[in-house]
């Protein structure tokens, strides 16, 4: 399984690497990298994810892959990525560098995306209880590959214009899915350790746009299916995992 990871200029990678060699069953990753905000090359300047990739990936097919600031979005690094894995691969991991994951929480989330029903296996957060923690986040989240490549059109996946809408990517694309082609998100651990790199009332914000982001998502869909989705969402959130 390919891991997608975006970043730059952030030192946070270097815990996530060492989280991601843990698992064997993650052989190669991705990382979408913004080349202009990125420290330099040398490394001398901020922290280069380039230079480090280089020097201590431990990943025998890495592809650190460059895009001007311009071009950058989260959703758009991520339609970039996802047309780099490879066609025999079934499931993608998408991770932030926040994320530190235990080899028992990924197989949850692998045995999650699993069933003809799912469309990913997510996770829930540790101490984080804020709604927009409560669905599925790009922040650690198993997607199942052959559902992507059905509805991809012009190399998009995920929605671009909703980088300039405070994301939410993750939760328009799992409704859009479950509306299509009737999938759902499944729930595959708890738990899972997010180490976040901004400050408390930066967080908070954060959390405040998101929530809102998310509220303009549920617009775009028919009321009975974002009650539906909510519904799926909250038994799921519930469950008891072995």
């Known amino acids: 399984m390919y891991a997608i990871c975006r970043s730059y200029n952030n030192p946070k990678i270097v815990g996530l690497l060492e989280s ?12 979408p990298v913004n080349s202009d905000r990125d420290g330099a090359p040398s490394g001398t300047s901020g922290f280069s994810t380039r230079a480090y990739l280089q020097e201590t990936s431990g990943f025998e097919n890495l592809k650190c892959l460059p895009i001007p600031d311009q071009d950058y979005g989260w959703s758009k690094a991520l339609n970039v990525a996802l047309a780099h894995v490879p066609p025999r691969e079934t499931y993608v991991l998408i991770i932030s560098t926040e994320i530190r994951l235990t080899s028992v929480q990924f197989t949850g989330m692998c ?17 984080r209880e804020e709604t927009c923690f409560q669905f599925p986040r790009n922040t650690c989240l198993v997607w199942k590959l052959s559902l992507l490549k059905s509805i991809v ?13 405070s994301g939410m990517e993750d939760v328009e ?8 082609s ?7 651990a708890r738990d899972v350790r997010l180490e976040a790199r901004t400050t408390a009332s930066e ?5 405040a746009a998101e929530n809102q982001a998310i509220e303009e998502i549920f617009e775009r869909f028919p009321a009975e299916t974002v009650e539906r989705f909510r519904h799926h969402i909250r038994a799921e959130n519930q469950k008891r995992l072995m």
Do not use: T, W
């Open 20 to 31: 991601l060699r843990s698992l064997p069953e993650i052989n190669g990753l991705i990382v």
């Open 111 to 127: 045995a999650a995306a699993a069933p003809p029903s799912a469309s990913c296996g997510y996770v829930l957060f540790q101490d």
């Open 153 to 165: 059109k012009n190399g998009i996946i995920f929605d671009e214009l909703l980088d300039s809408r």
């Open 173 to 180: 694309l799992a409704l859009r899915l479950m509306e299509q």
């Open 182 to 188: 009737d999938v759902v998100p499944m729930l595959g």
């Open 203 to 207: 967080f908070a914000r954060k959390v």
